[in-house]
T-cell receptor
Framework: AQSVTQLGSHVSVSEGALVLLRCNYSSSVPPYLFWYVQYPNQGLQLLLKYTTGATLVKGINGFEAEFKKSETSFHLTKPSAHMSDAAEYFCAVRAFNQAGTALIFGKGTTLSVSS | DTGVSQNPRHKITKRGQNVTFRCDPISEHNRLYWYRQTLGQGPEFLTYFQNEAQLEKSRLLSDRFSAERPKGSFSTLEIQRTEQGDSAMYLC????????????????FGAGSRLTVL
């Protein structure tokens, strides 16, 4: 079975500061990993995904994440935060050989950006 | 392509009433998923369809919940005899999974239907 733990339910940064949102996963088979963002009153939007190959994955809006198997982590980073990045972020996992099964989501991290 | 559409966006009902939500997925997508999201939690999987077939149901889907996708296009989620604990955002998502596809298929989510049970 797969599971996801997002460390820190709330992260606050200043505009221009580094954003680091932490995600650790548990999976008995190689995982596929995803980060989604949710703005108020909107659906979840895919930021990036890791499937196979390069472990550093670049996504939209300047975000990137690195898959570290030894640490079972998939942390999300952005070098310089913008006010528009304020939202809720979800990490999700699916086993690579289970195309039809649902994504398993973490509880989410709310990112606040102050000026 | 207008994305995944969900209706109604908000529903307020009294305990014991039945409610139905509708999801219109992206037209070429063959997979359709229902999730539930409560305050402070991530989306929790309820059920999913491959075309019209319901292939998996979560233990969260009690017998008061029923989902259908009769023609493999839109889907409905009905909750009978609603309880206050059913208050949540109900999210629909769709994806395209082809024969050789792996688990990398991406879910596209709708904006959700918020249920408040008084």
């Amino acid at each position: 079975a797969q599971s996801v733990t997002q460390l820190g339910s709330h992260v606050s940064v200043s505009e221009g500061a580094l954003v680091l949102l932490r995600c650790n996963y548990s999976s008995s088979v190689p995982p596929y990993l995803f980060w989604y963002v949710q703005y108020p009153n909107q659906g979840l939007q895919l930021l990036l995904k890791y499937t196979t190959g390069a472990t550093l994955v670049k996504g939209i809006n300047g975000f990137e994440a690195e898959f570290k198997k030894s640490e079972t982590s998939f942390h999300l980073t952005k070098p310089s935060a913008h006010m528009s990045d304020a939202a809720e972020y979800f990490c999700a996992v699916r086993a690579f050989n289970q195309a039809g099964t649902a994504l398993i989501f973490g509880k989410g991290t709310t990112l606040s950006v102050s000026s | 392509d207008t994305g995944v559409s969900q209706n109604p966006r908000h529903k307020i009902t009294k305990r014991g009433q039945n409610v139905t939500f509708r999801c219109d997925p992206i037209s070429e997508h063959n997979r359709l998923y229902w999730y539930r999201q409560t305050l402070g939690q991530g989306p929790e999987f309820l059920t999913y369809f491959q075309n019209e077939a319901q292939l998996e149901k979560s233990r969260l889907l009690s017998d008061r919940f029923s989902a259908e996708r009769p023609k493999g296009s839109f889907s409905t989620l009905e909750i009978q005899r609603t309880e206050q604990g059913d208050s949540a955002m109900y999210l629909c998502a769709s994806s395209l999974v082809s024969g050789g596809s792996s688990g990398a298929n991406v879910l596209t989510f709708g904006a959700g239907s918020r249920l408040t049970v008084l």
